[in-house]
């Protein structure tokens, strides 16, 4: 059971990170294939400052998320349609936040439950 509860937890993480990161990395990368090379330095510079916010949130252990929006302005810098691109993201955060979150949440404490459990 305890093995389990761990695979799930570890799918669900996965699910969230990827949500989050994969369709950021999917027009990152067309963005700048695309892009004029001012627009990919832009984008190249706002992709820096993105990162930092990460490695701020990872140290300090807090949850920003204007991460995101510094990466979709330096997308928007590169691409002409915007719409696809916040549709998509829109999408991702929706399902992070209502399903895979939530769901890794709660395998996370029946892991540690069953995790104390099998210790006895």
Known sequence: MTQKYKALRNLFLFCSISCMVGPLLYYGI??????????????????????????????????????????ILGIYICLDNIVSILIVIAVCTILDEIVFTPLYKKYKELYIINREIDKR
């Open 30 to 71: 067309k963005a700048m294939i695309e892009g004029e090379p001012a627009e990919k330095f832009t984008l190249s510079l706002l992709a820096l400052t993105a990162i930092t916010i990460c490695i701020i949130n990872i140290a300090c252990k807090i949850h920003l998320r204007s991460a995101i929006w510094f990466m």
